[in-house]
């Protein structure tokens, strides 16, 4: 059975168990093949009549199969999958008929269903898209036009301006594209207006196991979550919608590509979803003709079996790659363990999360004359009157076993109104916040309720350096956050030397005095972006021993921590911010549609290109420094430190060098096969069960010689030949140098050192690796291809010498 749940990849994680022994679902894979032909790597010269009728014969194949096999009553066939597979999900009522398909002729594999778990305004002027992209794409509205992403996700809020422009009510500019639109309730058949091209649900396995409420999910593509309104409006939100919160103005909000159009996969839900449902919609999304699917889900553990890259979830997406479709995924919330990485496959494109320039702080000034920084998305006391300061256990009503509770303004209760009325009440952190933000909302609430004219969250010192979470909750009633225990303590002593106790130690006279300034107010550092502590890091494994691959992951960072995006305002699934039309989150969940945005962008300026050949343009043009020559850092447990491949993959994204990045590695279905036969501890049955058919005669000795855009070996002894061929972009002739920074321990040859090459010629470059020492852990290195016309490749190297010659 498998091992893993899935989890949507925000800030948070929750772990559940996976599915017990009796779970019922299952995906069986049949040996015949989909609409999409596995066995060549070109697409089937087929009619959209010939696909359909195809596609019905495989349906129907399925139920024949079944009704010759099992009993009618026995079974409920979910889906049939008939484009990128050949399979079914179906739900079955005992071991025995479980048995009986293990048994049966015509299946090449049976994988178990598994339960899967959910986990802006600034940042395309961050990533300097407006002048760098927007302009030379006919401006802001028409980037991204022609290219349709597909979000497989919570679904959409049709209602959001960020997807309601009338300027999207004309024909799709695509011939892929032929989506359908499901209309449901709060789903009419307006909203798919033409910025929404296509929308569906999928819950056929969610229904079977008892989860899907329809009172509370939906039976619609209606976004009841929020999750996947936020990543949608990330990726290709349109053009500068103001984000409203409690009646202020955070900005303007943008997608990274506000002309693309958005198609919706409904497959995740309030409480989760399950994997047959998400199988389903991606293979949906392909027959559709989607461009790019922004996927921000991801297993919680390596998938067991042979390898990771040969879970069916990771094949769905090798197809639909196989297909044209360039596969983005979030690297998961992990960080900064070392190989917490959820997203394995050379044929995804994983991304990391950081923070970015934008920093919201706030200030509270105390009657002494003395100013203490926090945090808070608060608006300010009013006026600059400063106004008096209660801790909340004066001016509350203390019974046994409450004092923790009152102390941190989570039992209202207790409160005195008389005494709290118009005063900033003192609210202490401790160990009874078990989830922060909504602690936080509660204390907020708390203190709106009570009449308060605000709150100030100390940390108890007691509990020593702690740092508060949901610090980036949007409030409506005024408010600090000391994240700092010496700004706590400096708090506390004003406050107990300017209020007289009598001599029972109640609090008679409040002269301490304060003001709290306003929180909502960003400010913009020009810092360089940092990894972010929770960004899931590599190196990548291969299989659940925990055994590194030949694999770089991530691949590429972009912004993701306090995203502003749009909101779903009945949420069920954050009630904390329900109600709100815009949220504020942080995870790899949020960068990911950065990068779904920023290849979109790609897609419209160079519409043939492969979906590697978008990843190398992306990995080859990242940043790995600041804007002032300085290498970035990464969060880590307890300090910043430089940050590695391993960290933020080829490095952070840079829209305007990645749409003219001078060479690209392309890879193609066939490379990603000999890939998968030469993975050690995979053989030709497994690859045969993985995909349809085995491995070529002539294979390649190392998974490592992949034509990507990094170099990573996991254990090299010794030394290592490889491979990897260039193309040119343009049609420009150009002349490279090649430079090479050696990783620790490794020599590293290339052939040749200088090239010419021709406008959409190729070139071939022969790599030697040679260990020198074994240091027992991994060293970086890069080989950067300067070229004449300005051009700079860069490839990330990533060694792990075991032996070196010699010893």
């Known amino acids: 059975m498998a091992s893993c749940i899935f989890i949507l990849l925000i800030s948070f994680i929750i772990t559940q168990d996976c599915l017990s022994s009796e779970a019922k679902v299952f995906m069986v894979l049949m040996d015949e093949e989909p609409v999409l032909s596995l066995k060549t790597e070109q697409v089937y010269a087929r009619s959209d009549r010939d696909a359909m009728v195809y596609k019905k014969k495989i349906s129907v194949g399925h139920d024949i199969f079944l009704e010759s096999l099992l009993q009618k009553d026995t079974y409920t066939k979910l889906y049939s999958y008939t484009h990128l597979l050949n399979g079914f ?19 090449r594999a049976i994988h178990e269903d598994v339960k899967m778990q959910k986990l802006t305004t600034h940042t ?7 002048a760098g992209v927007w302009k030379n794409l006919g401006g802001a509205e028409n980037s991204g036009e022609g290219v349709v992403i597909g979000f497989i996700d919570t679904g959409i809020n049709p209602e959001h301006p960020s997807f309601s422009n009338p300027s999207f009510r004309g024909t799709l500019k695509s011939s892929r594209f032929k989506g359908n639109c499901s209309i449901g309730e709060r789903f009419p058949s ?10 569906q649900y999928f819950a056929r396995a969610a229904n079977a196991y008892g989860d899907f409420n329809s009172t509370r999910d939906y039976e619609s593509p209606f976004d009841a979550d929020g999750h996947g309104s936020h990543t949608a409006s990330t990726a290709a939100g349109n053009h500068h919608v103001p984000v409203i919160v409690n009646g202020f103005n955070y900005g303007y909000a943008s997608g990274m590509a506000p002309g693309a159009r958005i198609a919706v996969y409904k497959a995740l839900y309030t409480f989760g979803g399950y994997m047959s449902d998400v199988v389903a919609a991606v293979d949906q999304a392909v027959e559709d003709g989607v461009d790019i699917i922004s996927l921000s889900v991801g297993p919680s553990a390596v998938p067991s079996g042979p390898s990771a890259f040969l879970d069916v979830l990771e094949m769905e997406l090798l197809f639909a790659t196989r297909a044209g479709v360039l596969v983005v995924q979030a690297a998961g919330n992990g960080g900064p363990a070392t190989s917490s990485i959820l997203s394995f496959s050379p044929w995804i494109t994983s991304i990391a999360a950081s923070a970015t320039d934008r920093k919201y702080n706030n200030t509270i000034k105390l009657g002494n004359g003395e100013s203490l920084s926090g945090t808070g998305l608060a608006p300010p006391t009013e006026g600059r009157v400063q106004l008096p300061i209660a801790a909340a256990a004066d001016v509350s009503n203390i019974t046994a076993g409450i004092l923790i509770a009152v102390e941190s303004c989570q039992h209202p209760d207790a409160f005195i109104r008389s005494l709290v009325r118009g005063k900033l009440i003192i609210c202490t952190y401790t160990f009874d916040f078990e989830y922060d933000d909504a602690a936080i909302a509660t204390l907020a609430e708390n203190i709106k309720n009570i009449g308060a004219a605000g709150f100030i969250l100390r940390i108890d010192p007691a509990i020593g350096p702690m740092l508060v979470k949901g610090t980036t909750m949007t409030l409506q009633v005024p408010g600090i956050i000391l994240n700092d225990v010496e700004a706590s303590m400096a708090l506390w002593e004003y406050y107990t030397s300017n209020t007289i106790k009598g001599r029972f130690g109640q609090a008679l006279v409040f002269n301490a005095k304060a003001r709290i300034l306003d929180g909502r107010q960003a400010i913009y550092t020009s810092q360089a972006p940092v990894v972010a502590s929770y960004s899931s890091r590599g190196p990548d494994l291969n299989n659940a021993h925990r055994q590194t691959a030949d ?30 039309s815009f949220a504020l989150l942080s995870g790899t969940s949020m960068s990911t549609p950065h990068i779904a945005g920023v290849a979109a962008l790609i897609k419209h300026k160079h519409p043939k290109w492969s979906p590697a050949a978008i990843t190398s343009a992306m990995m080859t043009t990242a940043n790995v420094n600041d804007q002032f020559g300085s290498p970035i850092l990464a969060q880590s447990t307890n300090a910043l430190v430089h940050a590695t491949p391993f960290d933020f993959g080829a490095g952070f994204i840079n829209p305007t060098r ?28 497994s690859v045969r069960q993985a995909i349809g058919f085995g491995c070529p005669k002539k294979k390649k000795p190392w998974y490592s010689d992949l034509n990507t855009a990094s170099i990573t070996v996991s ?14 972009a343009s049609s420009v002739n150009e002349t490279y140098n090649v430079i090479v920074r050696e ?7 290339v052939k040749p050192k200088a090239f010419k090459i021709m406008g959409k010629g190729s070139r071939r470059l022969k790599i030697v690796l040679k260990a020198i020492e074994a240091r027992r852990a991994y060293s970086f290195g890069e080989m950067v291809l300067q070229g004449k016309k300005k051009h700079t490749i860069r490839v990330p190297i990533s060694v792990y010498v075991s032996s070196s010659i010699g010893s």
């Open 190 to 199: 307006t909203a798919c207006n033409g910025k929404i091209v296509g929308a």
């Open 715 to 728: 254990n090299l002894a010794g030394s290592r030949n490889l491979t990897r061929e260039v193309t040119n």
């Open 551 to 580: 694999v770089l992951k991530p691949n590429l960072m972009a912004p993701g921590s306090s995203i502003w995006a749009a909101w779903s305002p009945s949420s069920e699934g954050n009630p904390i911010i329900k109600g709100q």
């Open 658 to 685: 990645a749409m003219d990045p001078g060479l690209i590695f392309n890879t193609h279905f066939r490379h990603y096969v000999q890939f998968l036969c030469a993975v050690p501890g995979v053989n030709d049955k």
């Open 743 to 749: 990783p620790l321990g490794v020599e590293v040859t």
């Open 124 to 130: 395309p002027q961050y990533l300097g898209i407006p």
């Open 89 to 107: 999900a179906i739900h079955i009522e005992s071991e025995e008929v479980q048995n009986t398909l293990r048994n049966a002729t015509g299946i």
